[in-house]
């Protein structure tokens, strides 16, 4: 999603209505080129946080102004992701309203500290090269698997080299023994061995966060675990953004696929490289595969020929009742573990299939049981909030794909409309038309299970 002239107004408008309300705020990092030009994809804006409330109500109203529709807010700890989304207007933005820097609980500097680092910058308040390099060193290693970009390395380097109180203020927040140690990596640019003190660098300065303000350190640790507790324990069912695409082999699932969660990223404003959509094959599989485990016990070797779903024979009702219950236990227990660990980083979690296939396709699995049986089994599953079933006629489909025959492809689209006709959840689309546009309206689908209209 790039970064435009659009996004540029909406930017200058929150922030000038940050000023007119006297909410002092400042751009974290990456600043370099906005309001109009920003690489990074979205903007970390510290504010004030006692106007915390009123910083996202603004934004919110200038979001609605610019004609966002669609706005999803994530919450982790101090940081409110604020996306705002518009199919229309084809617009996705993401900013991020700071209310503390605190990480996991500790917070090194208040935000009146910090502010004192501040500049102008085209017209919008930035942290000045000083305290950049400060950030940069302090939160790309406290509290997290230090890893250090080319441009990271080079700032912390730069900032060591243009200004003396950087290692005097690190040598006051951790102690000049560990400070010498990592200011001596730094100066023969070895940052390998400058992430090796990480781990005594975070002590060191949660030591400094205790000292600073042992009770406010309390309140903030407890807070990051009981908000980290609530949305993957208690109520993860609330943030978790889960769906299905249920057709025949050859109905181009994998395509539609592709090609919505490329759909997701431009409106969610992700980079590619980040992992916002996990996509899982029919089931969790938190549990082995049975011809796996068959394989493993000795009993006969797995069967590999995937290319042909119906290459086994049907299991006999024993057999089926001990498969059905097998993948009943997997979809109950990996679900629950896949899909809180998605919630915990904000994920969609996608299946590519799902427990509706011991339905309409029991022969993949081998199951030998009447349909009211497997009913039960997979009502009992728990089950995603929004199904896509792809709609394609069989001619078109056996075109696409022969592993099923014309017959087969028949059987299983009159029951999928059947499954789809009883189940809200569903939602049909033509796949006969191009898959863009098949995207196109599921993507409205996402947006309106999975934001809030403004």
């Not at 730069?158 to 001596?184: D, R, W």
């Not at 975070?202 to 990051?224: G, I, Q």
């Not at 929004?386 to 794909?401: E, G, M, Q, T």
Request: proline share 4%; aromatic share 14%.
């Amino acid at each position: 999603m790039a970064w435009d002239k659009r996004h540029g107004n909406i930017l200058k408008k929150i922030l000038t209505r940050f000023n007119e309300n006297n909410i002092k705020y400042f751009i974290l990092r990456n600043y370099k080129g906005l309001p109009n030009i920003n690489p990074s994809k979205d903007v970390d804006i510290i504010v004030n946080p006692l106007f915390i409330k009123e910083a996202k109500n603004i934004l919110k109203e200038v979001y609605i102004e610019d004609e966002i529709t669609s706005y999803y807010e994530i919450r982790f700890a101090y940081v409110h992701c604020c996306h705002g989304m518009d199919i229309n207007t084809e617009i996705g933005i993401h900013i991020d309203i700071i209310g503390s820097y605190v990480s996991k609980g500790f917070e090194i500097f208040t935000f009146d500290e910090m502010y004192i680092y501040t500049e102008k910058y085209n017209e919008l308040r930035v942290l000045n090269k000083f305290f950049e390099g400060v950030m940069v060193f302090i939160y790309k290693q406290f509290n997290y698997r230090p890893i250090l970009k080319k441009e990271y390395q080079e700032i912390i380097y730069n900032t060591h080299k243009q200004y003396p109180e950087f290692k005097e203020l690190i040598s006051k927040l951790v102690g000049s023994q560990l400070a010498e140690k990592i200011f001596l990596q730094i100066e023969n640019k070895d940052f390998d061995k400058m992430l090796a003190y990480s781990n005594d660098l975070t002590n060191a300065l949660k030591r400094f966060a205790r000292k600073k303000s042992l009770l406010k350190t309390f309140k903030y640790t407890l807070e990051f675990y009981w908000d980290k507790l609530n949305r993957i324990v208690f109520r993860y069912s609330k943030y978790s953004k889960v769906f299905s695409v249920m057709a025949p082999d050859g109905a181009g699932k994998t395509t539609f696929i592709d090609a919505l969660l490329e759909k997701i990223d431009f409106y969610f404003v992700n980079d590619k490289n980040d992992n916002r959509c996990n996509v899982y094959h029919f089931r969790p599989n938190i549990l082995p595969n049975l011809g796996e485990l068959g394989e493993k016990a000795g009993i006969k070797e797995q069967d590999k020929d995937f290319t042909n779903p119906h290459r086994a024979k049907p299991a006999n009702r024993l057999s089926s009742l001990v498969r059905i219950g097998y993948y009943w236990l997997d979809y109950v227990i990996g679900f629950n573990v896949l899909v809180r660990k998605d919630v915990q980083y904000d994920r969609f979690s996608v299946f590519d299939r799902y427990s509706y296939d011991l339905l309409v396709d029991p022969t993949r699995t081998r199951l030998n049981l009447p349909m009211w049986v497997r009913k039960i089994f997979v009502k009992c599953m728990p089950h995603p909030k929004v199904v896509f079933y792809l709609d394609a006629s069989p001619d078109v489909i056996y075109k696409r794909k022969q592993e099923l025959t014309l017959d087969e492809i028949t059987r299983q689209n009159k029951l999928y409309k059947e499954v789809a006709s009883s189940n809200k959840r569903f939602i049909t689309l033509d796949s006969n038309r191009p898959v863009n546009e098949s995207v196109d309206d599921a993507i409205k689908i996402i947006l309106e299970n999975f934001t809030v209209k403004l």
